[in-house]
């Protein structure tokens, strides 16, 4: 049956405008092309279909329902690989872009091979360029230019959880740029521009991400590396791109805003904020269209005579994008953000139709799926009751309390202290206990799977030696202004560092918080117990944590002060597992911080 | 002129007193009024809050939370508020944010009940935070007639990350 196709009908309606320009111009067929791309970001390793709660559904506007809008499911990488199919067959000058965030804080399967099927189903799906995002730079440069480059994972186990097929990675064979991203000779890490040229009509693509990236990531992941100002980045490239014969300028970058549309692809774009918003308005007239990311969230908006397009994250959008591009610049350029229909819907509004999963993609991810399930599926341990974390009373849905300790952030510091050599006692920042491990799940038994839900980033175990004097400096930081501007909860503000059981204190909460950096003073010293033997000012403590917190992170600066940083290359997934292992049947830690008014 | 101040007096106190409109002539300038003190802190929540509109709304339920619980404020600043926190929240909801569903039933409640407390009408409510107003309000009535949606499970929950 032949339905109407709203996305075709633009297309023809903008050939026929573009050789009605020729044709007033005087110039040949070749000088107009109608060219397509078609976008994605913040994917993050969601190659199968991601929950409907988590992502993985839009609202649309829907004239045939009386309430005017019907919610969809979405996503899952098969069905993108058919939506790109489909769009790509409609216009034969096409290309897949990204905008970073591709790969990492992803679902287990593709955590568990270290990016590898995230990189390869990315392939497939047939992405030709992206910039990179934050959380390309987690496991820091040289991680990313394995991703970039193949080769297997460093410390992995071949045909285990590293370069599945035929023992090889190949790595992404689409480019990753990085225009804002110098090392220490001023030289890109990755190349900053990307053209492809369609009928003798070039197309310039910058790719870069937002410059407080490393605020965003591990100080060791991009040691060495700075990350320059966005707009004068993307200047200085699109004049560039155009002095070379570019016709037209796509900007790739990962940094966004956000809307407060209702439904998606709602052109009228209310209410546009954030980030991105003083960047668009910095850009030169080189640029035509910036492609955006980081914020998750899906717009298509016009700003400073520029079109600014979003999808939303895990793959449940994708941006089509048809640009009218004449030799001396872009005619025209339109926008929609398409919902990646998948299967699951039991019923649709009218005109809208599922996708058939492309096959080659669904094997591949069913293929990870397999392999994943025997490793997340492993017992490794178990627990005689619910291990939870500290949750905010009043919240709508149960969220972590960041401000109170917490059983499960206190089993997490113990496993650090059990995971390294002679630590003295070890803290674990409360934003890294990201779940709980609960009776009821398996009857108490717990796999790999559950553990990687309760710490899912694979960072490294990490030691730091403090004074005692710096501890308490520390344990104050907890409650001085920055950590109490960042959460607020049962304790009122600041972020609780959950310690293992060789750490013990009481902390006096009619002292005033939010104290300047250095001037806070909630801790009585004379209770600290290391090791069950009061805290000596003057003597030099091992503290294990991880990296994350060992290098200042979460505004823990006395860190950066420490002496003898040393990044153990352990896994907290390791040290997690042969904790539980050797702790049967494990139970919730009594606290250790002991709150006083 | 000086008519304009002492009105705007009038309608600031009424405003603030969180009293229940009357029907009377002036009922649709009142009810702008309400409307023009509740968009400066649905503007001010917009600012704050939205950008922790991520993959999950916790941290914006947090922040709207916080401003809601700013001491002195009167009836209308709490609508904005609220009423941003709402509009947030179905934002989220548009591409399956983690808690929006739940959210969105938090925030239409209350918004909804100082709504009816200072007079307004559902459009003169859409009009403090521009949008679209038709599926906007659709919405809203779905929300407040349906049942009250189930907190996300733990399952759930475990997929959440740093952003």
């Known amino acids: ?597 | 002129m000086i008519l304009v101040f002492v009105f705007g007096l009038l309608t600031s106190a009424f405003v603030h007193s969180g009293e229940t409109p009357s029907k009377t002539a002036q009922e649709s300038i009142g009810a702008q009024a309400t409307v023009e003190h509740a968009k400066p802190s649905a503007t001010k929540t917009m600012h704050a809050c939205m950008k922790w509109v991520q993959m999950n709304v916790f941290e914006f339920e947090e922040c709207v939370d916080e401003q809601l619980n700013l001491p002195k404020q009167s009836k209308a600043e709490r609508l904005g508020i609220s009423y941003m926190g709402f509009v947030g929240s179905l934002s989220a909801k548009r591409y399956g944010s983690q808690g929006s569903d739940l959210l969105a039933w938090k925030y239409a409640k209350l918004s909804n009940k100082i709504q009816k407390q200072l007079g307004l009408k559902d459009k003169e409510l859409c009009a403090i935070v521009p949008g679209d107003c038709e599926v906007r309000m659709a919405l809203t009535m779905q929300i407040l007639k349906g049942p009250k949606p189930k907190p996300l499970t733990e399952a759930e929950l475990s997929t959440a990350h740093k952003h």
């Open chain 1, 1 to 597: 049956m032949k339905t109407f196709n709203p996305i075709a009908l633009s297309i023809s309606i903008a050939i026929a405008a573009a050789a009605i320009l020729v044709a007033c111009s005087g110039g040949t067929s070749q000088d107009v092309q109608i060219i397509r791309i078609i976008a994605m970001n913040d994917f993050h390793g969601n190659i199968e279909t991601p929950a409907a709660s988590n992502g993985g559904s839009v609202v649309v506007k829907d004239s045939t329902n009386p309430l005017g809008f019907s919610t969809i499911n979405t996503g899952g990488a098969a069905y993108i690989a058919a939506l790109v199919k489909k769009l790509k067959s409609e216009n034969a000058n096409n290309i897949v872009v990204g905008a970073g965030d591709l790969v990492s804080a992803s679902p287990v399967t593709a955590t568990l091979f270290h990016q590898e099927p995230s990189i390869d189903v990315l392939n497939q799906i047939g992405l030709e360029v992206s910039s990179v995002g934050n959380h390309e730079f987690d496991l820091g440069k040289d991680e990313l230019l394995r991703l970039q480059n193949g080769g297997c994972f460093k410390g992995g186990l071949v045909g285990t959880d590293t370069c599945l097929n035929n023992a090889s990675f190949v790595g992404a064979k689409f480019k990753y740029l990085a225009a804002n991203v110098v090392d220490s000779k001023n030289e890109t890490i990755l190349p900053a521009t990307y053209t492809k040229t369609f009928g003798g009509i070039t197309v310039g693509f910058i790719g870069l991400t937002f410059k407080d990236t490393p605020t965003a990531v591990l100080p060791s992941g991009v040691a060495g590396l700075t990350f320059q100002d966005e707009a004068s980045t993307i200047n200085k490239y699109a004049a560039q791109l155009r002095s070379g014969g570019a016709s037209a300028v796509v900007v790739l970058i990962h940094q966004g805003g956000q809307t407060t549309a209702t439904s998606i692809n709602d052109q009228s774009c209310p209410n546009l904020t954030g980030e991105i918003v003083p960047l668009m308005n910095a850009m030169s007239k080189d640029v035509d269209v910036v492609v955006s990311g980081h914020t998750h969230q899906e717009y298509v908006c016009k700003v400073n005579g520029k079109l600014l397009t979003s999808t939303g994250f895990y793959g449940s959008v994708l941006t089509s994008i048809d640009l009218t591009v004449t030799k001396s610049g872009v005619v025209s350029a339109t926008a929609n953000n398409i919902p990646v229909i998948n299967e699951t819907n039991t019923k649709l509004p009218a005109g809208l139709v599922a996708l058939t999963k492309d096959a080659t993609v669904d094997a591949t991810v069913q293929m990870y799926v397999t392999k994943a399930a025997a490793v997340k599926n492993l017992a490794v341990g178990s627990i005689s009751s619910d291990i939870k974390r500290a949750l905010l009373a009043n919240s709508s849905t149960p969220t972590r309390d960041e401000t109170a300790e917490g059983a499960m952030g206190d089993v997490m510091a113990d496993f650090f202290y059990a995971g390294v050599p002679k630590a003295d006692f070890a803290l674990q920042n409360p934003g890294g206990v990201r779940s709980d491990l609960l009776l009821a799940t398996a009857n108490g038994v717990v796999t790999y799977g559950d553990l990687l839900t309760v710490a899912p980033y694979g960072n490294d175990l990490a030691t730091i030696d403090l004074t005692g004097q710096q501890v308490i400096r520390l344990l104050e930081q907890q409650w001085e202004a920055a950590n109490c501007a960042a959460k607020t909860g049962a304790n009122g503000c600041g972020r609780m560092l959950q310690p293992s059981a060789q750490l013990t204190y009481t902390w006096d909460a009619s002292k005033p918080s939010n104290a300047a950096d250095g001037q806070g003073a909630r801790v009585v010293v004379s209770s600290v117990k290391i090791g069950g033997v009061p805290i000596d000012l003057n003597k030099t403590y091992r503290v294990a944590t991880v990296t994350f917190l060992a290098q200042g992170g979460d505004n823990f600066t006395v860190m950066k002060a420490g002496k003898n940083y040393t990044a153990t290359g352990y896994k907290d997934i390791d040290a997690f597992v042969a904790y539980m292992i050797a702790n049967p049947k494990l139970a919730p830690p009594t606290n250790r911080i002991t709150k006083l008014n």
